[in-house]
Structures are given as C-alpha cells and as structure tokens.
C-alpha cells in the first residue's frame, strides 16, 4: 500500500505512547533519589540497593524464577505433544474435548482456575507449596505454549517429513530429526511466553501456595497494598529488564533460524 | 493426516500414548477440578481443614448425600452479589468497548504500514504484554493518585484548580482495563487486516468509491471476525479480573473477582466462593460457547 496517511501516523503515535507511558515513568522513578513516589529528588540508585539488599524480595525472585523454569519447560514439553496432536492426528475420539480444553483457559478469568486449583489440591491433600505453584502454572501456561507452538506446526512444510519417511524413517524418528529442528524458533517463543506469563502471575500463585512460599508478585502486591514504597519501581525495572533483553534475544533467534531456513532451501 | 494413512498396530500404540499425555494432563489438573468447585459449591462451611463438610456421610449402613443449595440461593438473592457480577458485566462491555475504540486504529495504522516497520511496531505493542502486569496497574497508581504526575500535569498547564479524584474511582478501573487489555484487542485486528484481500479496496475505489465509504463498507465489514476475537479475548477475562478492581478501583466498586478473592482469604467461607465461582462460570460459558460455534462454523 501507499505510505500510511497522517491519520493511521497519528492512531499509531498515540496507541504506543499510551503503551509505553506508564512504562517510562516506571523506569524514570526508579532513579529516583525522593522517598517521595511522586517529587524528583534528583538521580539515584539508592533503590536498587534497597531492593538487593531486601532478603524478602530475593527471596520471592528465587521462588517465582524456579517456578517459572520449571513450569515453563513442563508446559513446552507437554504443548509439544499436544501440539503434534492436535495437527497431526486429525482424528481421533475426544479430539473436540482436548480442543476444548486447550482454548478454555486462554480466556477463563484466572480467579476460576485458580479457586478449581485450589481445590483440587485441598481434596487430593497435597500440601500446597513451590510444587503445587508450579503444578498450576504448568497447567494454565500449556496452552499458551499449545497455541503458539500449533500455529508453528501448521505452517510446516510435510513434504520434508514424507522425504524422510520414504527414504525408510520411522516417523517419530523423523519427526523428531525433520520437523522439531524447524520448530526450534516456535519452541522457544513457547518457553519463554510460559516463563514470563508464569513470571508474572498473581492470582493464581496466591490460591495455590501454602504458607512460606511467596512467589515475586505476591511479595510485590503486598508491599503495593501495604503503603507505596520506591522500592517497587527498581523492582520492576530489573524485571522489565530482563524481559526486554529475553525478547530482544527471542527475536534475534528466530530471525537467525530463519534466515538459515530460507539460506538452506 | 501423515500417521493415519498407515493404521498399523505399532504406529497406534504410539498414537495412543502420545494422545494420552497431554489429556490425561489436563483432565486431572483442569477439568476435573472444574467438577470439584461445583461439589464444593452444595457443601456447608464449617472450621477446619478442609473447610467445608464433606457431601457424603457414611453412617453403618446408610450413605447419606447431603447437597446444601443455600450458597446459591443466597448469591441470586443477595443485593451484593448481584451488584457485583452486574457491575462486573457493565464495566466489562464498557471497557471493551473503548478498547476496541483505540485499538482498531491503532491496528489499521499499522496494517497500513510497509511489511519492515510493520513486524517492528507489532513487536512494539506487544512488548508491554510480556513484561508485568501487576507492575504497569501499580504504574498507574501513580500516575493517577491526588499527588500523581496527571494531577500536577493538569495543575501546571491550568487546565484544573484543584486535583481531581481519580485514583480508587470507577475511571481507574477502566484506564486500567484498556491499558493492559489493549494488546488482546489489537493484535486479532491487526492479523485480520494485514491479511485482507487489498484489492476489494481497490475495487470499490474503482467504483467511485470514497476512501471512508469503502472503509465503512469493505473493509471494516471484512474485518468483523478479528473485532469479535478481539472482543472475547477482552471482555471474558475481563469479567473476573482481580488485581485492576482491586488496585485502582474504590471499595464501592465492588467487582466479581474480588468478591470471590475476599470470599476465600478474608471470610474463608470456601463453599460460597465456590458457589460465587460456579454462576460467574455459567454466565461466561454462554458467550464462549457462542464464540466458539461461530468460529467453527466460520472454518467449514
């Protein structure tokens, strides 16, 4: 199309700095040498400091990192397969069911999953902890990982795959030795998209930990609820950080793999 | 398709085992837990752990089921609860509809772009998704507060003479929704414009056409199955959002998700919120089922 009209320039200026505002602000205050939240008190890492020196809040990180690795790997595994099963075996009793399952809690308010989760574990008796987190945000981060990893799938090209299988390949052997490297940029969008959504929850750690296990958020949302501390802002900066410099590299992943797909056909 | 042309018995053994993963996954640890709340739900509070009376009781020789229905009687009874899953509905349709009012634009501006800085402006907008929420909602929180940077940017250009309450109102509570929800809403657009036929377009312009009459009459028509999947990816979460309400809004708006957080944590009367839970379900599964059957019949 022709170049984009001022008013498409204008919705897209004004869409991202919206998107963005709260951001920078975030990040500006987090310099910030006030105890005030909202007077500049000129630049300062002070807060930084506070936040590494904050045993509690470190705490939180190790327990919401893990948790997310964890759970991150489970759901990709486990998306991958119901990913080949979904796009490869078109049919096959239930297929509807697991369809349905994979999409519901893409959309279900987190409060319903996280209260059936809750139960579930009171019912069975497992005592609820770091496991129980991460048991719950494998479950509710898979079909993130399903969706991302099936939209891969499907753009696939299977006449590598039949190659392979007509030269003699078993076909989980080619599966696994033609289609999972193509897959490589999509397995690790999954991962890292189960990593922060998993990073990131409140709602559903809450309901599923017992007592001594806080994950990052639940320490920062107590600390919000509890009176407004600067701290938070470098908190959130280091977070917001690190998922940028994790995109960033997402990103230069799969462009590299996909360059060396289109510089190899 | 590649597996199913060569049914032999080893291929199926496989099949089976790769199929039973991933189900028996999710019927253990989502649904199955589903049909858990419902049994909790008829259950009677008590003291203890677990909270709540078991529904079966064995007493020798009889097994007696006991199904306490009061929990529910007394959510579609009581004022609170209605306000609360109306309030829920009302501020969810509102917000999605301004999301979709800044949204849309936003996605046809950058549909309309070259495909270079196309891929890097979607990669912009969806940047603020990856990283926290809970962080951005705090964000607001001062940017909204009395003392807030809003306030004494409005206060500086004399636009107002004392601040305005915006914090902890229902106005929070939407710039909220939209902010963290803008995302959802523009990337089905966006996906469904960038992948539209452009000469329609040209067609109609052909025709003597208006550039905003053929929008009104080709383009936006065309694009109706991304506005309504942008829609439900907003409005059904939505409706049950806890940390929005919860950090912007005022203890007068009281909005569903964080009654069923206060049922639990602050009044720990499981059976109830379980029952609170059951209804918000059964009224979100109505349009998600509707969605759904469009969607699918949309695909044959």
């Known amino acids: ?265 | 398709m590649l597996m199913a042309a060569t049914p032999s018995t080893k291929t199926n053994w496989g099949k089976r085992l790769l199929i039973a993963i991933p189900y028996a996954w999710l019927l253990v640890l989502f649904l199955a837990p589903f049909a858990l709340v419902a049994g909790i739900s008829l259950s009677t509070v008590r003291l203890g752990m677990p909270p709540f009376e078991p529904l079966t009781a064995w007493d020798g020789s009889i097994l007696n089921l006991r199904l306490n229905f009061e929990n529910f009687l007394y959510v579609l009874t009581d004022d609170t609860y209605l306000l609360a899953y109306l309030t829920s509905l009302k501020i969810a349709a509102i917000s999605t509809a301004a999301t979709l009012f800044i949204a849309y634009p936003l996605a046809y501006g950058i549909a309309s772009c070259s495909p270079s800085s196309r891929s890097l402006l979607v990669f912009l907008v969806i940047v603020p998704f990856w990283s926290s929420m809970l962080i951005r909602v705090y964000s607001w929180m001062s940017i909204l507060r009395n003392d807030g940077l809003l306030n004494a940017l409005l206060l500086k250009i004399g636009l107002i003479s004392e601040p305005l309450r915006i914090l902890n109102t229902e106005t929070a509570i939407y710039i909220g929704i939209i902010y963290t929800y803008l995302p959802f809403m523009v990337l089905p657009i966006y996906s469904n414009l960038s992948s539209a036929d452009r000469t329609l377009i040209e067609a109609a312009r052909d025709l003597g056409c208006s550039r905003i009459s053929a929008f009104w009459r080709v383009t936006f028509p065309l694009s109706l199955p991304g506005v309504l999947a942008g829609c439900a990816l907003v409005f059904i979460p939505v409706v049950g959002e806890f940390v929005i309400p919860d950090l912007l809004g005022g203890a007068d708006t009281q909005m569903i998700g964080r009654a069923i957080w206060l049922e639990f944590f602050n009044n720990r009367d499981w059976p109830m919120a379980a029952a609170v839970t059951i209804v918000l379900l059964a009224l979100l599964v109505v349009p998600i089922v509707y969605f759904q059957s469009r969607q699918s019949r949309e695909k044959t």
Not at chain 1, 196 to 205: C, G, K
């Open chain 1, 1 to 265: 199309m022709t170049k984009p009209s001022w008013f498409n320039r204008l919705s897209i200026l004004f869409g991202l700095a919206f998107l963005y505002l709260p951001i920078v602000v975030l990040v500006i205050y987090s310099f910030n040498g006030s105890k005030l939240v909202t007077v500049w008190g000129g630049f300062s890492t002070q807060w930084y400091a506070t936040v590494l020196n904050n045993p509690s809040i470190i705490e939180g990180a190790k327990v919401s990192f893990l948790v997310a690795a964890i759970s991150a790997t489970a759901a990709t595994i486990l998306g991958t397969l119901a990913a080949v099963v979904m796009v490869r075996l078109r049919r096959f009793r239930g297929r509807a069911l697991l369809n349905g399952m994979l999409l519901a809690p893409m959309v279900m308010p987190e409060v319903v999953m996280a209260v059936s989760m809750l139960l579930m574990f009171v019912t069975l008796g497992i005592d609820r902890g770091p496991l129980t987190i991460t048991l719950a945000h494998t479950t509710f981060t898979l079909c993130f990982a399903t969706v991302v990893l099936q939209s891969r799938l499907v753009e696939l090209d299977p006449s590598l795959e039949e190659a392979a299988r007509d030269l003699g390949c078993p076909p989980a052997k080619a599966f696994v030795s033609v289609a999972l490297p193509n897959m490589i940029p999509a397995i690790v969008s999954a991962w890292l998209l189960s990593f922060t959504l998993s990073l990131d929850d409140l709602v559903i750690s809450s309901f599923t930990t017992g007592p001594g296990a806080s994950t990052l958020p639940m320490k920062i949302y107590s600390q919000i609820k509890f009176g407004v501390t600067p701290e938070i802002n470098a908190i959130s900066t280091i977070i917001l950080g690190i998922v940028v410099l994790g995109l960033v590299a997402a990103q230069l992943v799969s462009r590299r793999s996909e360059q060396r797909v289109s510089a190899a056909a």
